[in-house]
């Protein structure tokens, strides 16, 4: 399959531009991250335990799908869960707390608003290592993670390797779901069967990982295999993709990062009201729209991994 130019643009590149990057000031943005993380007195040195699966994740304003994201991994027989919210000012920080409430969830503040994923995300991965992770899943607030035939964490516990690839589907939104839903991961179905070109990680914890922007990969010496599935819900009303973009492009614009870095926010969160809309009608009616790297690749199909427990694809039927 030719990878769209979109794609080419926005994410090869940026994994090119990781790879550069000089250890000093890398040093410099990692000491300063640690100087603005709150981190609770639950998380506390202890020794690798040999299986234990971690999710690791950072969140902004993500009340619309935090719980169920929460919820999922959690059925997904993984061992406990780090979370570093990033000043939310909606209701993310409640939903955390509930979640925490019943089950192994550790919440850091963020006090940094640099948008530093890559960086955050290797401190918080080390974080869980220290607490006794054996594997980190670093997931997003807006994905769903699977295995097939089995949960996420069963599968991990039976891996030789040491990363593990986790490729993505993008569900998208369509003009017949269901209005009366509030869970968009429940009322979205519109699946795309094509595969985004370049997938995730999970990995084992190592003190030397570095996890790259976007959780797309990490450095890492060890062997490396296939298994993992994620459902990526990127957009889920035009409210929250205009948002969303617009957030980006300030948060990077805050930063000294490299201009071909984050170039999708760059550019999309910078277009008006009109163009946003535009993108927005081509989503819902399955086209691609150029400069927007979440966008449909294939021909948009009926599903909804949000009710699914593992992965199904298209050998096998949706479940009932």
């Given at each position: 399959?030719?990878v769209p130019y979109r794609?080419?643009?926005?994410?090869?590149?940026?994994?090119?531009?990781?790879?550069?990057?000089?250890?000093?000031?890398?040093?410099?943005?990692?000491?300063?991250?640690?100087?603005?993380?709150?981190?609770?007195?639950?998380?506390?040195?202890?020794?690798?335990?040999?299986?234990?699966?971690?999710?690791?994740?950072?969140?902004?304003?993500?009340?619309?799908?935090?719980?169920?994201?929460?919820?999922?991994?959690?059925?997904?027989?993984?061992?406990?869960?780090?979370?570093?919210?990033?000043?939310?000012?909606?209701?993310?920080?409640?939903?955390?707390?509930?979640?925490?409430?019943?089950?192994?969830?550790?919440?850091?503040?963020?006090?940094?608003?640099?948008y530093a994923q890559g960086?955050?995300?290797?401190?918080?991965?080390?974080?869980?290592?220290?607490?006794?992770?054996?594997?980190?899943?670093?997931?997003?607030?807006?994905?769903?993670?699977?295995?097939?035939?089995?949960?996420?964490?069963?599968?991990?516990?039976?891996?030789?390797?040491?990363?593990?690839?986790?490729?993505?589907?993008?569900?998208?939104?369509?003009?017949?779901?269901?209005?009366?839903?509030?869970?968009?991961?429940?009322?979205?179905?519109?699946?795309?069967?094509?595969?985004?070109?370049?997938?995730?990680?999970?990995?084992?914890?190592?003190?030397?990982?570095?996890?790259?922007?976007?959780?797309?990969?990490?450095?890492?010496?060890?062997?490396?295999?296939?298994?993992?599935?994620?459902?990526?819900?990127?957009?889920?009303?035009?409210?929250?993709?205009?948002?969303?973009?617009?957030?980006?492009?300030?948060?990077?614009?805050?930063?000294?990062?490299?201009?071909?870095?984050?170039?999708?926010?760059?550019?999309?969160?910078?277009?008006?009201?009109?163009?946003?809309?535009?993108?927005?009608?081509?989503?819902?009616?399955?086209?691609a729209v150029d400069d927007?790297?979440?966008?449909?690749?294939?021909?948009?199909?009926?599903?909804?991994?949000?009710?699914?427990?593992?992965?199904?694809?298209?050998?096998?039927?949706?479940?009932?």
């Amino acid at each position: 399959m030719e990878v769209p130019y979109r794609i080419r643009m926005m994410v090869p590149a940026d994994l090119r531009v990781i790879g550069r990057r000089a250890l000093p000031s890398a040093w410099t943005e990692r000491r300063t991250i640690r100087r603005h993380l709150v981190v609770p007195d639950s998380l506390r040195p202890t020794p690798r335990g040999p299986g234990s699966v971690w999710g690791v994740a950072m969140m902004r304003n993500e009340e619309d799908t935090a719980e169920h994201v929460l919820e999922h991994l959690c059925s997904q027989d993984v061992d406990a869960l780090l979370v570093s919210d990033n000043g939310s000012t909606d209701g993310t920080r409640a939903i955390l707390e509930s979640v925490a409430a019943q089950f192994p969830l550790h919440i850091v503040e963020d006090r940094l608003v640099s948008y530093a994923q890559g960086a955050k995300m290797t401190i918080l991965a080390d974080l869980a290592r220290r607490s006794g992770a054996d594997w980190v899943v670093p997931f997003d607030a807006d994905e769903l993670w699977f295995a097939a035939d089995r949960s996420v964490g069963g599968f991990l516990r039976t891996v030789d390797s040491d990363i593990v690839h986790a490729r993505i589907h993008d569900v998208f939104p369509g003009p017949a779901d269901d209005a009366d839903e509030t869970d968009p991961f429940m009322r979205l179905g519109r699946f795309d069967p094509e595969p985004f070109p370049v997938g995730k990680v999970a990995f084992r914890t190592n003190r030397l990982v570095n996890v790259a922007m976007g959780n797309l990969d990490v450095t890492r010496r060890g062997r490396r295999t296939d298994g993992l599935f994620i459902a990526h819900y990127p957009w889920r009303s035009f409210e929250q993709m205009a948002a969303k973009l617009r957030h980006g492009r300030r948060a990077l614009a805050e930063t000294t990062l490299p201009e071909l870095m984050g170039i999708h926010w760059r550019t999309a969160g910078a277009w008006s009201d009109d163009q946003l809309r535009a993108a927005w009608d081509d989503i819902v009616a399955g086209r691609a729209v150029d400069d927007l790297s979440w966008s449909p690749i294939g021909t948009l199909e009926d599903a909804h991994p949000g009710r699914w427990t593992t992965w199904q694809d298209e050998r096998r039927p949706e479940p009932v």
